[in-house]
Each structure stands twice: as structure tokens, then as C-alpha cells.
């Protein structure tokens, strides 16, 4: 089934989606599936002291497949919270259109970063109104992985400890779900929706984790956030393995899921 039959399918049925929406956070029935291994990103031993580590939550292996397969392949795509640039990896998958990729972090921060990366911060994009096609992007999920600097040995798997030093002003990967990872958030996605085309694609990356033993509904606060500057017309998956070591590692949840949301048209 083409891109635009299946979107076409899902707006005809303004029930189903809403009902999938409603569901996110309990099943994954319906939605499409990719069993996939994410990238390795556990630091080495060796990489410990002044050597750089990898960004440790890069986009997991099939998310950029599943992403191309629902963006037009000339679309303009900016990605606001590129990381390493994971981002440029579309173009393994046919994408000939511009990628524009941001971070608050310089991609030197990264052992593996690209360095076609600029510095730029999400909540106030230095980009006229209307500048791309499409937005991709994976923002942090305000799990453990915000935790502070902790280089004391232990394989604690943070952005901080990734890094080596504190993470920027304004930078979202250090802030835990909480009313400032949703205020940051917020104001982020209404500057997506801001840059990006009426009409346009908004592809988000997303995860639940589990905190005080309750699963913290993320994906789910995110689809609401990004409805509010369109209609999602669908919805995507990988599955990923749990890690083995940190905080709540028995109860982590095995699924991201690619929220795609066609921005209104005016
Ligand atoms: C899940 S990671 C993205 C990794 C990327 N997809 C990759 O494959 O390398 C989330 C990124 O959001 C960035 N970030 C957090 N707050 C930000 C902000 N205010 N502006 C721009 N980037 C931000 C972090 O520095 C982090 O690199």
C-alpha cells in the first residue's frame, strides 16, 4: 500500500485513530512493528577518562527505514535534536531531499558526531516561518537518563556521563519527566510547528518508561502535544532490547514509537 492510500485510510477513519491514540501507552496492536537491536551504546572501559564516548540514545536501528518510508523523498527535513546526526542516515534509505540537523550540544561532544551538526537551541530555532517540508526528530523521554554527571565508575547510562561535563542551559536531556521537561517540550513543538510547512510531516520518537514502578505515559503526552498543531495520520514502531544494568533496567519498556503528524493547513 502506497504512503499517501495509507495515510488517506487512517484520516476516512477518525475513530480508529483516536482509539490508537487513546491505546499508545498499553499495546502496540495494529501499529507497524520492526524488531530491530539498538545501536551499541554503552561506553567501553577503555573510553572512560579524557577519551569522548558516543551519544548514548542515538535513533535506533530501523526507525530511519520507517521514516523514510512515510516522508517524500525530496522533502526538505529538519531535525532540531540531531544528536550525532543520526538524522543523515535517510539518505541510506533513498531520502535525495535537504537534512538540516540542530542540537544545543556541539556534535564534539560525541566520539561519533557528525559534524554536520550546528549548535543550535530548539526552543527558539533561528529559522524563518515555514523553512522545511518536514520535521524528524527523537527529543530526550525525561527518563533516568537525565540524571546528573556521575563519573564515579559506575555504567550509569546518562547523557551527562556521555558527555563528560554538565549538559548545556535549556537542554531537555537533563530534565526528568516534570513540569519542565513538558514546559521545554511544549515550547519546542510549537517551534517545530512553527518552521515546518502548513501540510507538513512532523515525525517524533518517542518512549514510555517505568518510574516508582508506574509507567510514565510520555508517548502519550507527546501525541497530545503535537495534535495541537495537526492530525496524526500514523503511527510507527521499533522494538528495542532492555539494558541489563541502571535504575528500573528489569522493567524497561521494549517499544519507541514514531508519532507522524501532518501539521495543519494554515
Ligand atoms: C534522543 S537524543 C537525539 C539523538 C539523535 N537522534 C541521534 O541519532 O544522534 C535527544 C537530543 O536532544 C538534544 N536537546 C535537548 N534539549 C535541546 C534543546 N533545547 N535544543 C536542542 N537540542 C536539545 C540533546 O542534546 C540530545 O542530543
Redesign the pocket.
Known amino acids: 500500500m502506497g504512503r499517501n492510500s495509507r495515510h488517506e485510510r487512517i484520516r476516512r477513519n477518525p475513530l480508529t485513530i483516536a482509539r490508537q491514540a487513546v491505546t499508545i501507552s498499553a499495546t502496540l496492536s495494529g501499529i507497524q512493528m520492526m524488531q530491530a537491536a539498538t545501536r551499541s551504546t554503552e561506553r567501553c572501559e577503555s573510553e572512560l577518562g579524557n577519551k569522548l564516548s558516543p551519544?548514548p540514545?542515538?535513533?535506533s536501528v530501523g526507525m530511519m527505514a520507517l521514516t523514510a518510508s512515510v516522508l517524500e523523498t525530496t522533502a526538505s527535513v529538519l531535525?532540531?535534536?540531531?544528536?550525532?546526526?543520526?538524522?543523515f542516515e535517510l539518505q541510506q534509505h533513498g531520502h535525495t531531499g535537504t537534512i538540516t540537523a540542530?542540537?544545543?550540544?556541539p556534535p564534539t561532544t560525541w566520539a561519533n558526531g557528525d559534524n554536520r551538526v550546528v549548535v543550535?537551541?530548539?526552543?527558539a530555532l533561528p529559522h524563518a516561518n515555514h523553512s522545511f517540508s518536514a520535521v524528524v526528530?527523537?527529543?530526550?523521554?525525561g527518563n533516568r537518563m537525565a540524571d546528573k554527571l556521575l563519573l564515579d565508575g559506575t555504567r550509569r547510562h546518562t547523557?551527562a556521563n556521555a558527555a563528560g561535563r554538565m549538559?548545556?542551559d535549556?537542554?531537555?536531556?537533563a530534565m526528568q519527566w516534570s513540569d519542565n521537561y513538558r514546559s521545554?517540550m511544549s515550547r519546542?513543538y510549537s517551534e517545530i510547528a512553527r518552521v515546518v510547512v502548513p501540510g507538513g510531516l512532523v515525525v517524533v520518537w518517542v518512549k514510555d518508561h517505568i518510574r516508582s514502578g508506574e509507567r510514565q505515559a510520555v508517548a502519550a503526552w507527546t501525541m497530545n502535544q503535537l495534535q495541537q498543531h495537526g492530525e496524526l495520520v500514523d503511527l510507527l514502531a521499533v522494538g528495542v532490547p532492555s539494558m541489563k544494568h541502571g535504575a528500573n533496567s528489569e522493567l524497561r519498556l521494549t517499544a519507541e514509537i514514531g508519532l507522524v503528524l501532518k501539521t495543519n493547513a494554515n
Open positions: 551519544h540514545a542515538r535513533y531535525d532540531p535534536m540531531a544528536g550525532a546526526g543520526g538524522i540542530s542540537d544545543i550540544e543550535a537551541d530548539a526552543r526528530t527523537s527529543p530526550p523521554y547523557y549538559l548545556a535549556g537542554s531537555a536531556a521545554t519546542i
